[in-house]
């Protein structure tokens, strides 16, 4: 009965927290407030997040803002055309002992080694150089000759892309993208945002962030989310979905054949259900409920249903598929 206790309080704790950093980071990021929900979602629940968006509407500033409140090691990492994946993960250089005179191999870290890694306009590098971030997403380690090396925890990878200038731009791997957990469309500001943006950002208003969150209390929310119970029927619904995007299932529906070439992978359903784990405690609520799978079906999906040639010769996006299969 102990640990229910104490995992309520941390309930509290978490929302307290959550609430905090949403001030926060409302000090400098006008508008967005879906956006940032997510990506607190996403770094809750362990995950990765994929942000698109054209020039302009502070992507990297917003998650510059996000590491400055949650008191975490920030790294950003500009994607190039010659950026090389040792200029990612780091290289080994021959370093001689003053003493003995020596020779040996010593590691460099490179900048994935931090708590948040801005993986600014990911798509213009080469494929080569994107996998280097694989291993590091999904197994927080990076290998050089042979030597694994952990990093540190937590760990999250926020990358940025323009939709618009595909010129000198390379398709991100479909694994890569399966390792993003969201998939994050932003849209231009109202006119009322766009009027408060203009007058913030042109005057002499100097803003401080304050820290909301240390790294240890992350870790431990987000082991508070692996512990919140989820009814089967939750589950059933979340898997029931992801299956029904698959062209090979029985629950596949007939009238959107031919909209789909590829579907979902497991990884979705798992997502979809921490995803719906956070929506609900950060809501105060103790287990999540259908409607917290529905709210981030699109951010889930979005990415990892792969449309027709006959569903992209007649404009129909992934998105408008994931509202014609609810």
């Given at each position: 009965?102990?640990?229910?206790?104490?995992?309520?309080?941390?309930?509290?704790?978490?929302?307290?927290?959550?609430?905090?950093?949403?001030?926060?980071?409302?000090?400098?990021?006008?508008?967005?407030?879906?956006?940032?929900?997510?990506?607190?979602?996403?770094?809750?629940?362990?995950?990765?997040?994929?942000?698109?968006?054209?020039?302009?509407?502070?992507?990297?500033?917003?998650?510059?803002?996000?590491?400055?409140?949650?008191?975490?090691?920030?790294?950003?990492?500009?994607?190039?055309?010659?950026?090389?994946?040792?200029?990612?993960?780091?290289?080994?250089?021959?370093?001689?002992?003053?003493?003995?005179?020596?020779?040996?191999?010593?590691?460099?870290?490179?900048?994935?080694?931090?708590?948040?890694?801005?993986?600014?306009?990911?798509?213009?590098?080469?494929?080569?150089?994107?996998?280097?971030?694989?291993?590091?997403?999904?197994?927080?380690?990076?290998?050089?000759?042979?030597?694994?090396?952990?990093?540190?925890?937590?760990?999250?990878?926020?990358?940025?892309?323009?939709?618009?200038?595909?010129?000198?731009?390379?398709?991100?791997?479909?694994?890569?993208?399966?390792?993003?957990?969201?998939?994050?469309?932003?849209?231009?500001?109202?006119?009322?945002?766009?009027?408060?943006?203009?007058?913030?950002?042109?005057?002499?208003?100097s803003v401080e962030i304050n820290e909301t969150i240390t790294a240890d209390d992350?870790?431990?929310?987000?082991?508070?989310?692996?512990?919140?119970?989820?009814?089967?029927?939750?589950?059933?619904?979340?898997?029931?979905?992801?299956?029904?995007?698959?062209?090979?299932?029985?629950?596949?529906?007939?009238?959107?054949?031919?909209?789909?070439?590829?579907?979902?992978?497991?990884?979705?359903?798992?997502?979809?259900?921490?995803?719906?784990?956070?929506?609900?405690?950060?809501?105060g609520r103790y287990t999540p409920e259908i409607a917290d799978v529905e709210k981030a079906?699109?951010?889930?999906?979005?990415?990892?249903?792969?449309?027709?040639?006959?569903?992209?010769?007649?404009?129909?996006?992934?998105?408008?598929?994931?509202?014609?299969?609810?």
């Open positions: 009965m102990k640990e229910n206790i104490n995992d309520v309080e941390l309930v509290e704790k978490l929302q307290s927290k959550i609430n905090l950093t949403g001030k926060e980071i409302a000090k400098v990021i006008v508008g967005q407030e879906e956006t940032i929900e997510n990506l607190l979602t996403a770094l809750l629940s362990n995950g990765h997040c994929l942000l698109v968006g054209v020039p302009g509407l502070a992507k990297t500033l917003l998650i510059k803002t996000l590491s400055e409140a949650l008191n975490l090691k920030f790294s950003r990492i500009q994607f190039t055309p010659d950026l090389m994946p040792s200029d990612i993960t780091g290289t080994e250089i021959l370093d001689e002992d003053q003493t003995t005179k020596q020779r040996k191999f010593r590691f460099i870290k490179g900048p994935v080694f931090a708590n948040i890694i801005l993986a600014d306009e990911i798509n213009r590098t080469p494929p080569k150089t994107q996998a280097a971030l694989l291993e590091a997403m999904q197994e927080k380690t990076v290998t050089a000759a042979g030597v694994k090396y952990a990093l540190p925890n937590p760990f999250f990878v926020l990358a940025t892309q323009n939709p618009i200038e595909q010129e000198g731009t390379y398709p991100l791997p479909e694994a890569q993208l399966d390792r993003f957990m969201f998939n994050l469309w932003l849209d231009y500001p109202s006119f009322e945002e766009e009027m408060k943006i203009v007058k913030n950002t042109t005057g002499n208003l992350i870790l431990t929310f987000q082991q508070l989310v692996k512990r919140v119970p989820v009814a089967d029927n939750v589950i059933e619904y979340a898997v029931k979905f992801v299956n029904s995007t698959r062209p090979n299932n029985d629950l596949f529906k007939k009238e959107i054949a031919e909209l789909i070439s590829w579907g979902a992978g497991p990884r979705a359903s798992q997502y979809l259900i921490l995803a719906a784990k956070t929506y609900a405690i950060l809501d079906l699109i951010p889930v999906l979005r990415h990892r249903i792969i449309p027709s040639f006959n569903a992209e010769a007649e404009g129909i996006t992934t998105v408008d598929i994931i509202n014609k299969l609810k």
